[in-house]
Structure formats: structure tokens, C-alpha cells
């Protein structure tokens, strides 16, 4: 394959550059020229009020979305579970890569699991889902917003503010914080998130040339589990305003899913409904996860007393 040179556009924390820098040096192992152009996008700017207030997912990809646009950037590297179910008209995932930890992590100084925590202990999470999964688990906790990039979470965990607090275990390992992590919740526990632990590539496109030069990094499994996981959260309306959870594994050719609804107001208990199936493209496993939301949503009627 010829080489090319190309420009990644990518948000300017810790954890992001780390995924541009990634999948920069295995192109260049490839022989192509890269370089990064950082950007501050919306929700790096707004760290006041949680996302599901302010826009959603859409608020970490756009100024990226933008750059690919105008010509400024021809690649741009996400954190899957950040961006949109719906990417614009004129954007694609051009390639999901080999999956890291998917799952959630608990973080503490002073307490080695969840359910060491005193009764009323102050728990830091912005995530809607997460705030859901804690309650089901330990409803006499005190959960509270925590906004801010990795760094600056476990700042405010170490300035006292929390008595532990929930981050997803892949951004830890990455940056090499594997040790702050004092114990994993497994999927049982709190399932994670639609491509929580995954990286994602968007181009525009048009730009067959760049799709074709990342096919290298697709990694297949993972590419099924979470189209399948996103299928469940565009079914489902899935942005940051629904306490949602969707994770998929694969077995030699069969696709396991399950996916977790929570109340919005955290008065009516979790909802839940999985399925599995024979998949061997990303069509399956897209049908597959609309098949679990439709059967989700009818057990959120039931719970809801909205009817059948």
C-alpha cells in the first residue's frame, strides 16, 4: 500500500492524546507520515454541569467533526463510548480497534471495594448509567457529579472530595494508572456502557483513501460486540440523558448481549433483557441489538405501567 500522510485530529487531555499518539506510531509502523492536531472541544470546556444537561455525547466529537470538514485534519480518534449513535451525514466509522478493559473501576484511598463504604459515603460519578447501576447495588450512598478529564477526577478524589468514585478501567490502564484502581466491577455488577473500553476512528466519508489505510487496525470481534451495543442505544434514544448500559461478547461465531435500562428519576428498579445469536457481520449483530432494545423497551412499558 502506497504511503500517505495524514493528520489526526484529536482532544488535548491526557487520555486522548495518549489514543492519537496510539494509533499514530502504528501508522507510521506502516510507513505512513502523521502528525496530531489538538483541539478543545465543547465538553472539555464545560465542566460545571453534567453532560446529559448540556448536549449529550455530540459535545466531544463536534470541533474534530469540524476539522475533518474543512480538510484541516483526515482522521479523528474517539473514545467509542463518546461519540453518537447517529454520526452526521457525511461521517463514518471508518474502523473500531481491539477492545481494552470494558469494564468499570473502583477508585479509592481509603476503601477497597464498594461494599466496604460506610452507609451515606460520598460516591463521584457524572455518568447517568453509572449513577443507576450504584444505586441498584448500594441505594444509601450519596452520588455525586464529577466532571473533568482523568487527571482532574482523581485530583478531587485526593483533595478528599469523594469517598471513591467510578472510572472506566481502560483510560486508567492506559495512561498507566492500572494501580489506582483498588477493584473492577464486573459486567454482573454494572454492566458497562455501548463501546465503553474501545477506540474508534471517524472519517468523512468520501475519503476512501484514509478507510482504506486503517482496515489494518479493524478489529472483528470488537466490531461486532459494539455494533451491536450501539444498535441498542439508537434504539433506545441512547445519548447521555438515559441511564443505559449495553455489552456484547463473542464467542467463536455467537454474539451474546445484554443491555440494562435505568429510571432517569432512580425511583423504579433497573430493567433488563438480552439475547443471543449466530452473527458474522456487522448487520447481524446491528439486528441483533435492535432485537434486545425492542425486547427492553417492552420491559420498560411493563415497569413503567405503560402497557404492553
Not at 495518549?18 to 472541544?41: D, I, N, P
Not at 481491539?98 to 477497597?112: K, L, T
Request: charged letters at 25%.
Amino acid at each position: 500500500m502506497a504511503a500517505h500522510t495524514f493528520t489526526i485530529a484529536t482532544r488535548e487531555s491526557r487520555l486522548a492524546l495518549w489514543q492519537a499518539e496510539h494509533v499514530k506510531a502504528l501508522l507510521q509502523e506502516q510507513g505512513h507520515t502523521v502528525s496530531l492536531l489538538g483541539m478543545t472541544t465543547k465538553g472539555d470546556q464545560i465542566l460545571d454541569r453534567s453532560l446529559s444537561k448540556v448536549g449529550g455525547k455530540g459535545l466531544f466529537v463536534k470541533e474534530l467533526e469540524v476539522a475533518l470538514e474543512d480538510g484541516h485534519a483526515d482522521l479523528a480518534v474517539h473514545s467509542l463510548k463518546d461519540v453518537p449513535m447517529e454520526l452526521p451525514d457525511g461521517f463514518s466509522l471508518a474502523c473500531v480497534m481491539e477492545r481494552e478493559d470494558p469494564r468499570d473501576a473502583w477508585v479509592s484511598s481509603r476503601y477497597a471495594s464498594l461494599s466496604d463504604l460506610p452507609q451515606g459515603a460520598v460516591v463521584g460519578t457524572s455518568s447517568l448509567r453509572r449513577m443507576a447501576l450504584l444505586r441498584a447495588l448500594r441505594p444509601d450512598l450519596k452520588i455525586e457529579p464529577l466532571r473533568g478529564n482523568l487527571d482532574t477526577r482523581l485530583k478531587k478524589l485526593d483533595d478528599g472530595l469523594y469517598d471513591g468514585i467510578v472510572l472506566a478501567a481502560a483510560g486508567l490502564k492506559r495512561l498507566g494508572l492500572g494501580e489506582r484502581i483498588r477493584a473492577v466491577f464486573e459486567p454482573e455488577q454494572m454492566l458497562p456502557a455501548a463501546g465503553q473500553g474501545a477506540l474508534g476512528i471517524e472519517v468523512r466519508t468520501d475519503r476512501g483513501d484514509v478507510a482504506r489505510a486503517l482496515q489494518f487496525l479493524l478489529h472483528a470481534p470488537t466490531w461486532l460486540a459494539v455494533s451491536a451495543e450501539r444498535a441498542v442505544s439508537r434504539v433506545m434514544g441512547g445519548s447521555c440523558s438515559m441511564p443505559l448500559a449495553a455489552y456484547a461478547t463473542l464467542q467463536g461465531d455467537e454474539l451474546s448481549i445484554r443491555a440494562t435500562w435505568g429510571d432517569p428519576e432512580g425511583v423504579l428498579p433497573l430493567v433488563h433483557a438480552q439475547a443471543k445469536a449466530i452473527v458474522t457481520d456487522g448487520a447481524a449483530a446491528t439486528r441483533l441489538g435492535e432485537q434486545v432494545a425492542r425486547a427492553l423497551q417492552a420491559n420498560v412499558r411493563l415497569q413503567t405501567g405503560q402497557g404492553s
